[in-house]
């Protein structure tokens, strides 16, 4: 009797096991069959990027799935919860301390039956929420107006635990296409032209460029102090040239002017104070004399500056001043340094795009040593990178294999933040909107594979074009050959193009076209279609003329407002083409 009683007592258990069992693997479903037993917390202290975050995981689940979870700001509440953002109930389960506000990095983590995601306030948790839909469920905010947001009957709860951090402080692009505040918080982006306050949190802005001009303008002061400017060939020049920095009244001016944009202007992080774009700098005796003091055109702009930043400190001790190193000042002065307060904007533009920096290409050498150089003395370096060819914006421009490996390289070089300058006037650029997506995940982090993030991005974009439009971009990237460079200025003839290239281009996108299921990537395709078109015509001009080519990519252009180079409007483009008939 003993051992049938200890027998069934065993069995008693056993069967209470597998039925605990059973409840606590249902209770991990994060949804099924369009419910769920989770909730949403958040606490009613939360900041307003936390609270948006919160909102969308709630609306995202539901459009994945049918099952809304209810939102509460009860930290104590039983069950099963998602926790979003950092609080006393985070605290208690983790240890862990509590992030800085404007620290963007994050961790989401389950323990026990419950999902923890938290990061700094400003931007952290936010971005901790996007990415748990991203990497979870495959949800991509591809562009502003494209979404994709997988089905599911079912989702258990795995055990994750997952950090991440960005890469760079500061990351953006300019694209036109890309220019909305919502889809550059879901691709991590977190600077724009323009700072703004909005659901998401702030918006960081770097105020300005080659702004000495509008500080102290020819039109205002020339006419009366013809020395604010610069000397050139014995005469003082009166257009659009550089300042005379070693005159003291130039300095004076533009430390009470710099004041008062700071204080018109307070949401800035950065203030620019930077060489206007020309190369007619200053060649009179004083400015000469201290350029031989410190090494050249940056040592003279360096010694200005800090001057400048020096009597803006008291006023405004957590904003800071930027200059350029830019054509020019690029090359790193000597016996002196930036203060602590001002930020050096590196400029790539006379690089080779079609390698990575690091990879030995001559054309990049002197570049280079100058990043590393600066690197050295700047307590705050930026970037000014390049990612599209200005003179023919539409045209292939085969850069995707250099954009992780040089974000790398200037991160790995001290680079507190990048601006990728892209197409910023208009729509109809090669491949803006796949670039602007890829490079926005790259800046976060480079270490990814860039053909994977273009696999995605093709994959959901082009629906069943997706192959053949993969294979027109591997065509492009076929261009770049180890003895084969190009800046950002090069036009239809240059070596990399054949008209080979573009009739195998035509071949695979006709079939794209045909095989595109909707209107909608008939129209996609056609933006891609663009790219040869505008070679085929600029290399074959009476030609294109008489067989409709142009009268195709005048259409097209058209359509998007789309503009063919920086600086040239489309109406002018249109009447120089056809008259060269």
Request: charged share 25%.
């Amino acid at each position: 009797m003993y051992h049938f009683n200890s027998l069934f007592s065993r069995l008693q258990l056993a069967f209470l096991f597998v039925l605990f069992s059973i409840n606590l693997g249902a209770a991990d479903w994060l949804f099924r069959d369009g419910k769920s037993n989770y909730k949403i917390a958040v606490s009613s202290e939360a900041s307003t990027s936390e609270q948006t975050a919160a909102c969308e995981l709630q609306q995202y689940i539901e459009r994945m799935s049918g099952a809304r979870l209810q939102i509460t700001s009860d930290l104590t509440a039983s069950g099963r919860n998602i926790f979003v953002g950092y609080n006393e109930r985070v605290a208690a389960l983790t240890g862990a301390q509590k992030p800085e506000m404007e620290d963007e990095s994050f961790t989401y983590k389950t323990i026990g039956h419950n999902l923890l995601i938290w990061g700094g306030s400003q931007r952290g948790t936010m971005y901790g929420v996007f990415a748990f839909l991203e990497k979870e469920f495959g949800i991509h905010w591809l562009t502003p107006k494209c979404t994709v947001i997988p089905q599911y009957k079912e989702w258990k709860m795995p055990r994750l635990n997952h950090s991440e951090k960005p890469f760079v402080a500061y990351r953006y692009s300019n694209y036109f296409v890309a220019n909305d505040e919502k889809w550059s918080a879901h691709t991590f982006e977190n600077m724009k032209w323009s700072p703004s306050a909005n659901e998401y949190g702030n918006i960081e802005a770097y105020y300005g460029a080659h702004t000495m001009e509008w500080l102290v303008p020819v039109k205002e002061f020339f006419a009366t102090h013809p020395e604010y400017f610069c000397l050139r060939d014995g005469k003082r020049y009166d257009g659009y040239g550089q300042l005379c920095l070693s005159n003291p009244e130039v300095l004076e001016i533009c430390k009470e002017r710099m004041k008062l944009r700071m204080r018109e202007y307070p949401e800035y992080r950065i203030y620019s104070l930077s060489q206007n774009d020309n190369f007619r700098f200053c060649q009179c005796d004083k400015c000469r004399a201290i350029e031989d003091q410190y090494g050249g055109h940056s040592g003279l702009i360096v010694w200005f500056v800090n001057q400048v930043a020096d009597a803006v400190r008291d006023e405004f001790p957590d904003k800071f001043i930027g200059t350029f190193a830019y054509q020019y000042s690029r090359r790193p002065p000597t016996g002196i340094k930036p203060r602590e307060n001002v930020v050096i904007r590196l400029c790539s533009i006379e690089c080779c795009f079609a390698h990575p920096l690091d990879a030995g290409c001559p054309q990049n050498e002197a570049f280079m040593n100058d990043l590393k150089g600066w690197s050295e003395i700047a307590p705050h370096l930026f970037i000014w990178d390049y990612i599209v060819d200005y003179a023919q914006y539409i045209a292939p421009w085969p850069n995707f294999q250099v954009l992780g490996p040089n974000i790398k390289v200037f991160g790995d070089n001290k680079a507190i933040g990048i601006f990728e300058e892209a197409q910023y006037q208009s729509e109809g650029a090669e491949f803006d909107e796949m670039k602007a997506w890829t490079v926005n995940h790259l800046l976060w982090n480079p270490e990814q594979n860039v053909d994977s993030l273009v696999n995605i991005f093709v994959k959901y974009y082009y629906g069943k074009a997706a192959p053949r439009i993969l294979e027109y971009y591997k065509l492009c990237q076929s261009l770049v050959k180890p003895d084969v460079h190009y800046g950002i200025y090069i036009t239809e003839n240059h070596e990399i193009y054949s008209d080979e290239f573009i009739q195998k281009a035509f071949s695979i996108l006709d079939k794209a076209k045909q095989e595109a299921e909707t209107d909608y990537i008939r129209e996609q395709v056609d933006r891609v279609r663009m790219q040869p078109l505008f070679l085929y015509c600029m290399r074959h001009k009476a030609e294109s003329l008489r067989n409709g080519t142009w009268d195709e990519l005048k259409a097209l252009m058209q359509k998007y407002n789309a503009m063919h180079r920086e600086g040239q409007r489309q109406a002018g483009f249109f009447r120089e083409f056809e008259a060269a008939k």
